[in-house]
């Protein structure tokens, strides 16, 4: 496994800005199944779409001789974004034709697709609007079950659903890189339970301290570049170190 724990802007499989510009570069695509009239709520919309990127990665085709290999191992080699589109009636059947995996939660359904040439999206997917993504919880999240992992969100950074689940694949991500295989296996078992939630305002600076994974924005939409904006809270990752996005 590469050393991920040593980047700090970016997910990125070279320390060497230069190398990971120079590779080719990928996105995730990830869609959100998002009708006018029963929108999912914006918790269990960024928790799917954390267990998505989740699902990818355990996936076999994502692995050794799999049919995804190589655009993984392509994404992973350079700057790693996730980008989220919104589809409703036709579009989402369109969408849901395509390869991919779709994962769902209590009312949310999001679609993740194998990664693609920024500048290469199916046309189907290229046509989905990024815009009209802000979703709202309709009461306030019950606090996180006991010993389920949490992605824990700063609360003094505003951002939009979409962007907010890009975040939280990445805070998934960076937990799925760093624990061992058969934590990883019975966590996939499990089907990958998780609570998003946004920390408190004064517990935040001893959650990025505590050496627990970090998501780090390189700031390509709506955030400063080096913004901390998630940390992933796995008991088997305390003092795992930093991490970074693309």
């Known amino acids: 496994m590469v050393p991920h724990r040593a980047w700090q802007t970016d997910l990125v499989s070279s320390d060497s800005p230069e190398d990971?510009?120079?590779?080719?570069?990928?996105v995730l695509p990830l869609v959100v199944h998002i009708e006018k009239?029963?929108?999912?709520?914006?918790?269990?919309?960024?928790?799917?779409a954390a267990r998505a990127?989740?699902?990818?990665?355990?996936?076999?085709?994502?692995?050794?001789?799999?049919?995804?290999?190589?655009?993984?191992?392509?994404?992973?080699?350079?700057?790693?974004?996730?980008?989220?589109?919104?589809?409703?009636g036709a579009e989402w059947r369109r969408a849901s034709t395509l390869p991919g995996i779709t994962v769902t939660g209590t009312d949310a359904e999001v679609r993740v697709f194998p990664p693609v040439p920024l500048d290469g999206w199916p046309k189907d997917l290229a046509k989905l609007q990024v815009s009209g993504t802000d979703l709202t919880d309709p009461e306030p999240p019950?606090?996180?079950?006991?010993?389920?992992?949490v992605l824990w969100f700063n609360p003094?950074?505003?951002?939009?659903?979409?962007?907010?689940?890009a975040q939280a694949g990445h805070a998934a991500q960076l937990a799925w890189w760093e624990l061992p295989d058969a934590?990883?296996?019975?966590?996939?078992?499990?089907?990958?339970?998780?609570?998003?939630?946004?920390?408190?305002?004064?517990?935040w600076s001893g959650l990025t301290m505590s050496g627990l994974p970090v998501v780090r924005d390189a700031g390509f939409t709506e955030i400063a570049p080096g913004t901390c904006t998630?940390?992933?809270?796995?008991?088997v990752l305390m003092g795992a170190g930093p991490g970074g996005v693309g």
């Open 230 to 235: 998630v940390v992933a809270d796995h008991g």
């Open 142 to 149: 019950p606090p996180p079950a006991p010993d389920t992992p």
């Open 20 to 26: 990971r510009d120079a590779a080719p570069q990928y």
């Open 53 to 88: 990127v989740l699902t990818l990665l355990a996936d076999e085709r994502s692995g050794p001789g799999g049919e995804w290999e190589k655009a993984v191992r392509d994404w992973e080699d350079a700057r790693i974004r996730k980008v989220v589109r919104r589809a409703r």
């Open 183 to 203: 934590t990883r296996e019975r966590w996939s078992a499990a089907g990958f339970p998780l609570s998003v939630r946004t920390a408190a305002a004064d517990a």
């Open 156 to 165: 003094s950074v505003p951002m939009s659903a979409g962007k907010a689940m």
């Open 37 to 48: 009239t029963t929108p999912p709520s914006r918790t269990d919309a960024l928790e799917t």
